[in-house]
């Protein structure tokens, strides 16, 4: 399969109009290219909020709401060029009140029949629960696709080992992002090729781009688009199977082979994934040495 993952830059919005012809411009864009997976990044729903005006796309908390009361359009909209299309969608992260006290950090997934289902986000970063207020959400899912078992991780959350555990079984992870700093992106992109390497699978991270002085909560972005796989039989000797240029928008492309995956995982010259459970009795039985 063809996967594109996206460097993302916000708009200003003067009308939801100019939110539809944007995404389908994206769509159309990726689907000329061969894709049949598209991820865009953690939080790019956020340009949402610009269209109830500037106070409002400025302050922290009635930005929330301004976007989260577009929820069920934007799944329309998401829902409609999946189908067109036919291809999945990963669309941009949102913060979605779902009547559970605060908002979660929501990505939803789009199926080329019109069937979608959400992956919230696990793990707050510290603006998240110190500033912005983020609550954690539901669990993680596996969701068992026609293009192979897919698997979310939000942005921070690929910096954990044990929730990439937690989907040994997928074929592709994929990690929404967002981050300020030059540093916070190898963050994620160091968890995203981890998580690749240890469950022999492939990763697929997206960006936000640019700096928006209308948002306090997007208001830098540094990143690019990456897919990364495990650096062994039947991948390149880095990992990388593909990456973007840093802070310039557009999709960045590669070609996914499953079978690639189920190799590795069987005949490896190491076997990550088989040989995880080997860890714990070493753990467990640690020796404190005074020297």
């Known amino acids: 399969m063809i996967v594109a993952t996206a460097a993302y830059p916000l708009d200003w919005l003067e009308s939801w109009a100019q939110y539809e012809d944007k995404l389908a411009h994206w ?9 049949q997976l598209l991820v865009f990044p953690e939080y790019g729903a956020m340009e949402l909020s610009t269209l109830e005006g500037i106070d409002v796309a400025r302050d922290l908390e009635r930005s929330i709401h301004a976007v989260s009361d577009r929820v069920e359009e934007t ?9 067109e299309q036919n291809v999945y969608i990963l669309g941009s992260s949102a ?3 779902d009547g559970s006290g605060r908002p979660v950090n929501r990505a939803i997934l789009y199926a080329p029949d019109g069937v979608h289902e959400h992956q919230d986000k696990q793990i707050m970063t510290r603006f998240e629960r110190e500033t912005w207020n983020i609550a954690a959400g539901g669990p993680l899912k596996l969701f068992d696709t026609a293009l192979g078992k897919i ?17 040994q079984d997928a074929d ?4 929404p992002s967002c981050t300020e700093a030059l540093s916070g992106y190898w963050r994620v992109r160091i968890g995203a090729m981890s998580r ?6 492939v990763s697929v991270m997206s960006s936000l781009v640019g700096e928006y002085a209308w948002s306090e909560s997007v208001d830098v972005n540094t990143g690019m688009g990456g897919v990364f796989g495990p650096p062994d039989v039947g991948f390149p000797s880095n990992g990388v199977l593909a990456e973007g240029t840093m802070n310039q928008p557009g ?13 590795v995982r069987a005949d490896g010259r190491v076997l990550n994934r088989a040989h995880w459970i080997e860890q714990q009795p070493r753990v467990d039985s640690v020796t404190i040495c005074a020297l």
Do not use: K, M
């Not at 769509?27 to 894709?35: F, L, P, S």
């Not at 799944?75 to 189908?83: G, K, P, T």
């Open 27 to 35: 769509v159309d864009d990726a689907v000329e290219h061969g894709a």
């Open 75 to 83: 799944i329309e909209l998401h829902r409609r060029l999946a189908q």
């Open 95 to 97: 913060p979605v009140l």
């Open 151 to 167: 698997g979310i991780l939000i942005c921070y959350d690929s910096e954990f080992p044990l929730l990439g555990r937690a989907l």
């Open 172 to 175: 592709l992870i994929l990690v």
């Open 196 to 201: 690749a390497l240890e469950n022999q699978c």
């Open 251 to 263: 999709w960045t492309y590669a070609e996914v082979d499953l079978t690639a995956i189920s190799t």
